[in-house]
């Protein structure tokens, strides 16, 4: 099993920055994709951003040119950058990873996990 343990949400004002951290740990598999979503009251959670594990990136067009994602293979551990925060973005942060499980002597198991949501508020 994975277990993601995020960090880095708070309370900032609007054009703020924040830079959110979701590091993976357990054994036995390896990080496919790692992104993050949101989810504002009342509203479905949305994708914000991913990163493969060859860099390839895909932003959100609500935030592409404030938001940048990252990831450290060593540390398992994506991040997210965000820079001129704005009310609008405002929402739970959720970390998702997309793991290769290996269990000895079965296929390997494409899994996803979801970290326990961050909130990040932003104030006008």
């Known amino acids: 099993q994975v277990q993601l343990v995020e960090s880095g949400g708070g309370l900032v004002q609007t054009g703020g920055s924040l830079r959110l951290s979701c590091t993976a740990s357990g054994n036995g598999f390896s990080l496919n994709i790692q992104g993050w979503y949101r989810q504002a009251p009342g509203k479905e959670r949305d994708l914000v951003a991913t990163v493969a594990s060859d860099g390839r990136t895909n932003i959100a067009e609500s935030v592409k040119g404030r938001f940048t994602i990252s990831r450290d293979n060593t540390k398992k551990t994506v991040y997210l950058q965000m820079v001129d925060l704005q009310p609008e ?7 998702n990873v997309l793991a290769s499980i290996f269990t000895p002597g079965r296929p390997t198991r494409f899994t996803e996990y979801w970290g326990q949501g961050t909130q990040v508020t932003v104030s006008s």
């Open 89 to 95: 973005d405002t929402a739970v942060y959720y970390c």
